[in-house]
C-alpha cells in the first residue's frame, strides 16, 4: 500500500470537507429556493384572487375607466406584479398598467392561472385568468393578463442564497481553521518533532496529547538511552586507558589534531605538559605492580582533580601523562598550574601499609611556537621533561631557552619577594612633593625598593607586576602601611609634623576583605590627616560599585584621598564626581613634553581648571627641570614632584633634604 505524506493526508481530509460542505450547501440551496416558490405561488395565486374578484365585480362592457384608479394602486402596491393587461372578447386591449406603449408583451408565454402551482414560479412570467360578466343576462368573457416583476422575484432568492452562503462560507472557514490548528497542533507537529527525534536521537520532545504519539516517543526515548549506554562503554572501550579510566595514545593523538584545527583559526593556542613520574620504576620492583597500578590511579585521580574541567589528560604509556591546557600560553599561568600539579602530587600515598612520596618531572611545549603538529609537540615535550630529569627531577622546564630564562627570571624576583618580606629587605624611599608657590615641601609620595644583599637596590617597576600576579602585593602592602605610619610617628614632634605621606594602593589590596579593618588599626596613634591614598584609574574600573563603598569607607577614616595618574586611563569624570578625591596628579608622560607639545598644555590646563572647579589639589609627577616648573606655575597647578627637586630618597635623607631646604625656588 502507498504511503501518504502527513501534508497530503491532512490536504485531502480537508478537501474532503469542503467538497461535504460544497454538497450540503448545494442540498440546502434547493430546498431553500423550493421554499421560496411554494411562497411565492401562494402570495401570488391570493393576489389573482382579488384581482379576479375586483374585476368580477365593477367590470362593465367595454369600459373600465371607472376602476383604473383601482387596478393601478394594486399593481403599484404588489412589488410582485409589473404589469397588467385587460382585455375583450375580441382580444382588444382595454387595460394597461404601462400606458407609454399600451401594447401586449411580445414572445411573452402566459399559462393559466389555474395551473400557477404547477409551474416554477422562477421560470414563468405571465398568468391569465377569464372574467365573465352579464350585461343584460347576455354573458361576456374578458382576459385578464398578470405579468410578474422576474427581477424582484429573483431578488428573492438571490437575497436568500447569498445570506446563507455567507453563514455557510463562514463556518466553513472557522471549521477548516480548527481542524487545520487541530491537525497541526496535536498531529503534524508532532510528527515532525518525532521525525527529528528519531534522525537525530537527541532533545526528546514533551509529553504528546495523543497517546499513540506519545507511545511512540516514550519507546524511542528509552530505546536512544540504551543506545546511548552501549555507545558509551564502546567508546571508553576504544579511547580510554582501562586502568586510569584517562585517554589513552590514540585519543590524545585525536585530541591534539581536532585542538591543532581548532587553534589555526582561534589563534589561541595551547599548552602540552608531558608528565613523567620519577622513579616510579622502584615501586613497582619494591611494593608489586598491584600497589604500582593503584599509584597510577591515584595519580590519575590527583592530576584530574587539579585541573579545569576543559584541560585533557591522558595516560600516554606505563608512568607518563600528558596534559593539554587549551587556551592557555601566558607563562604565569603555565607556572600556576605546575606549581599546583607539584605540590599535590608530592602528597604522600598510602595504600594497606605502604606510604609512598612521589614526585614528577615534566617537560613543556607551547603551541604553534613550539611544533606544528602532534609528534612534533609530543617530541619536543619529551626533550624538555627529560632536561628537567638532568637538573635534578621533581622539576619542570620550558622548551625554548628564551622562554625558560623568563621563567627563572620570573621566580627569582618571586623568590627575592618572598625573601624580603620575610627578612626585611625592602625599604621605603620618599620623594618630596612641594608647593609651587611657596617652594617648600608639604610632603612626600613613600616609595618601595627592595635592597637585595647581592643585586642591591631592586626597582618596583621590575618587582611591582610579579608581586601582583603571584598575590605578594597584599603582604607587601600591608608592610608599606605599617612603614608609612611609624615614619609619620616618627616625625611628629620634628619640623617635618606637618608633611603628609602617600602611599599607593592596588586593587587586590583593595578588594581583599580585611583590607579596610586592617587599614584602620593602622591609624589608631597617628593623625589621620597626615596619610593620603593614591589610587589610580585602573584600579577603579573593576568591580567600581563594590569599589567605590570601600573608597568612602576608606575616606571615612580620615586620611586623604589621590587620583594617581590621571589621563593616562580612562579618565572618567564619574571618578572624580562618585569619589571623594582630595587631590588629582597628573601623569608624567604629559609633563615630558609640556613645553613642545601646546595640546599637552591644553590638556593639563582643563585638568586643572575642572579639579580646581570641584576643589581639589593639582599634583604635577615628574618635572624634571626650571622651564616645566614654570609652565606649571603659569598653569595655576599647585603641587609638584620630579627629578627637579629630588629623586626619591631614604628617611634620613629626606629630613636632611627638608631641613637644608634643598627644594626651594
Known amino acids: ?27 440546502f440551496y434547493h430546498k431553500s429556493k423550493d421554499g421560496i416558490a411554494t411562497l411565492l405561488q401562494e402570495n401570488l395565486q391570493s393576489q389573482i384572487i382579488n384581482l379576479k374578484h375586483l ?22 402596491s404588489n412589488d410582485m406584479l409589473s404589469d397588467l393587461h385587460v382585455l375583450n372578447g375580441r382580444k382588444q386591449l382595454l ?40 350585461d343584460n343576462l347576455t354573458p361576456h368573457y374578458y ?16 437575497e436568500q442564497v447569498m445570506t446563507y452562503a455567507i453563514l455557510f462560507g463562514f463556518f466553513t472557514i472557522i471549521f477548516l481553521a480548527l481542524l487545520w490548528f487541530n491537525l497541526k497542533k496535536f498531529i503534524t507537529i508532532p510528527l515532525k518533532e518525532l521525525k527529528y527525534y528519531a534522525y537525530y536521537s537527541e532533545n526528546s520532545p514533551a509529553q504528546f496529547f495523543i497517546q499513540e504519539l506519545e507511545s511512540i516517543r516514550y519507546s524511542l526515548k528509552m530505546t536512544f538511552h540504551r543506545m546511548k549506554q552501549e555507545q558509551e562503554k564502546l567508546y571508553n572501550l576504544s579511547t580510554k586507558d582501562p586502568l586510569s579510566g584517562l585517554y589513552n595514545r590514540l585519543s590524545l593523538i585525536e585530541k591534539i589534531n581536532w585542538l591543532i584545527s581548532q587553534e589555526k583559526r582561534s589563534k589561541q593556542g595551547f599548552t602540552l605538559i608531558f608528565l613523567d613520574l620519577d622513579d616510579f620504576k622502584n615501586i613497582n620492583d619494591s611494593y608489586g605492580h598491584e600497589f604500582g597500578d593503584m599509584v597510577l590511579k591515584e595519580i590519575a585521580a590527583v592530576i584530574k582533580n587539579s585541573l579545569r574541567t576543559n584541560d585533557i589528560i591522558s595516560r600516554f604509556g606505563g608512568d607518563e601523562f600528558v596534559i593539554i591546557l587549551p587556551s592557555i600560553t601566558d607563562i604565569t599561568q603555565i607556572v600556576e598550574v605546575l606549581t599546583k600539579l607539584q605540590k599535590n602530587l608530592f602528597k604522600p600515598i ?9 614526585t614528577s618531572s615534566m617537560g613543556i611545549v607551547i603551541y604553534p611556537k613550539d611544533g606544528e603538529n602532534a609528534n612534533t609537540l609530543l617530541k619536543n615535550a619529551d626533550i624538555a621533561m627529560y ?6 627531577k621533581n622539576n619542570f622546564h620550558f622548551f625554548t631557552n628564551e622562554l625558560n630564562e623568563e621563567l627563572k627570571e620570573k621566580l627569582h624576583i618571586k623568590a627575592m619577594i618572598e625573601s624580603a618580606l620575610k627578612n626585611d629587605h625592602f625599604k621605603l624611599f620618599y620623594q618630596p612633593q612641594i608647593d609651587i608657590k611657596s617652594g617648600k615641601i608639604i610632603g612626600c609620595e613613600a616609595l618601595i625598593r627592595i635592597i637585595d644583599p647581592v643585586e642591591g637596590i631592586i626597582s618596583p617597576y621590575k618587582f611591582i607586576p610579579i608581586a601582583e600576579q603571584n598575590n605578594l602585593i597584599v603582604p607587601m602592602g600591608r608592610w608599606i602601611l605599617q612603614e608609612a605610619v611609624s615614619q609619620l610617628k616618627k616625625w611628629e614632634n620634628t619640623p617635618l609634623s606637618d608633611l603628609k605621606i602617600s602611599i599607593n ?73 562618585n569619589i571623594p578625591f582630595d587631590f588629582l596628579k597628573i601623569d608624567k608622560s604629559f609633563i ?55 629623586k626619591p630618597v631614604k628617611a634620613e635623607d629626606f629630613e636632611q633634604l627638608f631641613n637644608s631646604n634643598g627644594c626651594y625656588n
Open 505 to 577: 594602593v592596588s586593587a587586590l589590596e583593595l578588594n581583599n576583605k580585611d583590607f579596610i579593618k586592617f587599614f584602620e588599626k593602622q591609624l589608631l596613634n597617628i593623625d589621620r590627616k597626615k596619610l593620603c591614598v593614591e589610587l589610580t584609574e585602573s584600579v577603579l574600573m573593576n568591580n567600581f560599585e563594590d569599589n567605590l563603598i570601600k573608597i568612602h569607607k576608606l575616606k571615612s577614616l580620615g586620611i586623604s584621598l589621590a587620583l594617581d595618574d590621571f589621563g593616562t586611563g580612562y579618565s572618567s569624570l564619574s571618578y572624580l564626581k
Open 95 to 134: 387595460y394597461s398598467t404601462d400606458r407609454d406603449t399600451l401594447a401586449l408583451h411580445e414572445n411573452v408565454r402566459c399559462i393559466k392561472t389555474s395551473e400557477l402551482l404547477e409551474h416554477n414560479v422562477f421560470q414563468e412570467e405571465c398568468y391569465y385568468f377569464l372574467i365573465k360578466f352579464y
Open 350 to 358: 598510602t595504600h594497606e601499609e605502604f606510604t609512598y612520596k612521589t
Open 592 to 646: 615630558d613634553d609640556i613645553l613642545e607639545d601646546p595640546k599637552d598644555q591644553l590638556f593639563i590646563q582643563v585638568i586643572i581648571d575642572i579639579a580646581q572647579t570641584m576643589h581639589l589639589t593639582v599634583v604635577a609627577e615628574g618635572v624634571e627641570h626650571k622651564g616645566q616648573l614654570s609652565m606649571l606655575a603659569d598653569l595655576n597647578c599647585n603641587i609638584y614632584q620630579g627629578y627637579f627637586c629630588s
Open 143 to 158: 382576459y385578464a393578463y398578470i405579468y410578474t416583476n422576474s427581477k424582484y422575484v429573483n431578488s428573492l432568492l438571490k
Open 55 to 76: 374585476l368580477e365585480n365593477d367590470v362593465r362592457l367595454n369600459n373600465i375607466n371607472y376602476i383604473v384608479s383601482n387596478l393601478d394602486n394594486f399593481i403599484a
Open 1 to 27: 500500500m502507498k504511503s501518504l505524506s502527513i501534508k497530503l493526508f491532512v490536504t485531502i481530509v480537508i478537501a474532503a470537507a469542503i467538497l461535504y460542505q460544497t454538497v450540503a450547501f448545494y442540498s
Open 387 to 392: 632536561k628537567s630529569k638532568e637538573l635534578g
